[in-house]
Every structure is written in C-alpha cells, then in structure tokens.
C-alpha cells in the first residue's frame, strides 16, 4: 500500500493540472512524493527503487535526493547504496506529534506486542546497576509476574541488561563488567557465560536472548540507542511454554527488534520521560 501512495499523489497532481495553479510548486511535491516513500516497512530505499515509486526520471530522482540529502531530509546509510529519512523529517515528525508525551506513544505499540504473544513487553532506561522500567505492558498470560512501572531489573541479570550492554562500546562495557566483578554483582561462571554468548551475539541477531530454566521463562530484548550515547531497552518476555526457544529466535525476537526500530524516532524527538 505504500508502494502506491507516492506515485497516486503525483497522478492527483496532474489531474488538477488541467486548471493552472500558479501557487503550486511541482518541485517541491516531487521533493514531498520521495519523501513518502519510506515507511516502517521500506526504512532505507535506493534512487533506482524510488524512481520506480514515484514514476519521476532516474535523473530527477538523482537531483531531488541530493537536495533532501543538503537539506537532512535524507541521509546516506553507511555501507550501503541507500538512503533513509535523516534529522530533519524526524523533527517534522515530533512537531506533528507535539502535545503528545513519548510514552503516550509508546505504549499502545508495546500493548500490541504484549497482546499478540501473550507476553510481558517492557521500555526500561539504565540508572546505576539496574534497567528501571518506565513502561510495562502485560498480555494475556497465564505468568503475572510482579514487576511494574519503576521496577528496578539487575543489569548483569536480565535480558534487558545485556541488550544495554550488548550496544555499549567495548571499552564502557569492560569498565562496567570490572565494576561488577569487584562489587560481586555478576553471577556464576554459567551466567557470565551466558551473558558473553548472548552479547556476542547481538550485533548478528539485533536483538538478545535469556533462558531462566528455574522459572520457566524466556525473555528477549533489543536496544534503543540515541544520540550523546543516551540508550533505552525494551524487552519481551513469558512462559518458556507459551515461548519456546525456536519461537522466541525465530519469530518474537525479530519482532522486537523491528519494535525497537520505530520506537526509535520517537525518542529522539526530545520527549522527556
């Protein structure tokens, strides 16, 4: 569906233009018409392919991304022969939204999560030692775990702590992991080994994985970053019944991970929460 809205507005605009509208500006509702074609599913796109959305001339798409690109509409993706919408369309983004808090925002789209796997979906930030939950959402699982909004979760004992340590730099993270080995707040060889793995893994998968065998419980968990290192994480997590391992992997990871995606321009917009 959103592959065709660009190119119908642009169908709309020549159909009017049997009436000359001297106020109407073509370059800029071309510049407009690219704009409108990302999305949360099509995030980063080449000219080549919003050529072929818009219907404009591979050279006029050359000439207008380069502009939006001037202009921080646009932004190159490093290593790759795309572009994704820069700063300035995420402004225009939180001044559309402006009157609504951040997590207003968020936590229907956190309920949706929560709904759909039957699990506990939770927006937590760093303070100290722990992850302190700003928002929590609970589906329809038979597992009511007591945790709630100001919940304090241990950083080197969650899934939601290893997410934030998986995105911090290797220097900050050995200096964290030193702090807690020396306070004794890691846990056992298998924990930290645990821990390392599902690290280590996070750049692959985009998202970290916990098992807690003695409750029964399987967490996943992904990590929001944002400018001036500022980081947030969000977590899902039930029943190791209701979310086996494959599942969790496979499916409900991913999942999050695109979650933490979109949940991403929305803090960068300068909500305080």
Avoid at 103 to 108: A, S
Avoid at 155 to 171: T, V
Avoid at 256 to 266: G, K, M, N, T, Y
Wanted: glycine share 8%; hydrophobic share 40%.
């Amino acid at each position: 569906m959103s592959r065709a809205s660009p190119r119908a507005s642009k169908n709309d605009a020549s159909e009017e233009s049997a009436v000359p509208d001297r106020q109407f500006v073509t370059a800029l509702a071309r510049g407009l018409d690219i704009l409108r074609c990302f999305s949360a599913e099509q995030r980063m796109l080449g000219t080549t392919e919003l050529a072929h959305l818009t219907g404009l001339a591979q050279p006029t798409v050359w000439r207008l991304c380069h502009t939006l690109q001037k202009t921080g509409f646009l932004h190159a993706v490093p290593g790759k022969d795309k572009l994704q919408l820069g700063s300035a369309a995420i402004a225009l983004g939180g001044a559309a939204l402006a009157g609504q808090e951040a997590l207003d925002v968020i936590r229907p789209l956190l309920q949706v999560l929560a709904d759909r796997y039957q699990v506990a979906v939770a927006l937590g930030r760093r303070d100290g030692d722990s992850i302190v939950y700003l928002l929590r959402c609970q589906g329809n699982s038979p597992l009511l775990m007591n945790l709630r909004v100001g919940s304090r979760i241990p950083l080197f004992h969650s899934a939601i702590g290893w997410a934030y340590l998986a995105c911090c730099s290797p220097e900050e993270r050995d200096a964290l992991l030193e702090d807690a080995r020396q306070s004794g707040k890691v846990g056992d060889v298998a924990e930290q080994q645990a821990m390392a793995k599902a690290i280590a893994r996070y750049s692959e998968r985009g998202f970290v994985y916990h098992e807690r065998p003695a409750y029964q419980i399987n967490t996943v968990a992904a990590a929001i970053e944002l400018p001036a290192d500022e980081r947030y994480v969000v977590s899902c997590g039930g029943p190791a019944t209701l979310l086996p391992s494959t599942l969790m992997l496979n499916e409900v990871g991913p999942t999050l991970q695109q979650l933490a995606r979109e949940l991403q321009p929305i803090l960068l917009m300068g909500r305080h929460v």
